[in-house]
């Protein structure tokens, strides 16, 4: 979608430009709506996340790429019709994007003014947060699983919802939160801004079953980096 949006004749050879040099060491996941309803088992958890068709065809994806670089009338037209179809998809995010600050804002209230002032000092969270961070992951995990159209099947254990992207997302998108309550408020923040965060949540979302993230963007990064460490002390695993 990122890669696609805005104009995709022009956006879509950018952002695949180094990954076209080297196709064959790609690995293409899944989509989020696909993820969402996988089993939570540590066994072959990276493994079920990857897409084997795609993959193996993206060398294929990259030459059709170059060929509509390079002129090809109908291959350029698919392209049109992949970028329309990814900015309706990020004008359905941002559609959602103005009501982000008032469950901000409404998640703040849950703190005290000591846990207040851990969070905009950057100081290690207290006890009481943590414990307030965790029941907020798992009814946001819970709550979200519940309105998804492909749920994950019933968990057998609590280990296989901590490998949930349900789960993941909760905590990601829980550190997001408190980056803007740290800032103070996210109220006036425009709504492309939201929507854009929105989707670096998601991006930070998958990071963390990899090795990581490669981004430049501060913020995705530092999301990615406490939600992985968070994971890593529940789960125990890497």
């Keep these: 979608m990122e890669a696609y949006k805005g104009n995709s004749l022009i956006s879509i050879f950018r952002s695949m430009e180094i990954l ?26 990276q493994r079920r996340m990857i897409d084997e068709r795609q993959t193996t065809e993206f060398p294929k994806f990259c030459r059709a790429l170059r060929a509509a670089e390079r002129g090809d009338t109908r291959l350029r037209q698919e392209i049109l019709e992949n970028g329309r179809a990814a900015d309706s998809h990020l ?21 005290t003014p000591n846990e207040l002032k851990a969070i905009r000092t950057h100081q290690p969270l207290p006890g009481s947060l943590i414990h307030k961070a965790t029941k907020f992951m798992t009814e946001l995990t819970i709550l979200t699983i519940k309105g998804h159209p492909n749920p994950p099947p019933p968990f057998r254990n609590p280990v296989e919802m901590w490998n949930s992207f349900h789960f993941h997302h909760a905590v990601c998108a829980f550190f997001w939160s408190l980056d803007w309550i740290s800032k103070g408020t996210s109220n006036n923040v425009r709504a492309d801004r939201i929507r854009n965060d929105l989707v670096d949540v998601i991006f930070a979302t998958y990071a963390t079953y990899f090795d990581g993230l490669m981004s430049q963007d501060a913020k995705v990064l ?17």
């Design 20 to 45: 076209m040099e080297f196709p064959r060491q790609v690995i293409v996941l899944k989509n989020t709506g696909k993820i969402c309803g996988l089993r939570g088992g540590q066994s072959g958890l």
């Design 91 to 111: 004008d359905r995010i941002l559609a959602s994007a103005p009501i982000m600050p008032d469950g901000i804002q409404e998640l703040s209230k849950e703190f």
């Design 222 to 238: 530092r999301i990615y980096r406490e939600a992985a460490f968070v994971l890593k002390a529940i789960t125990g695993s890497p």
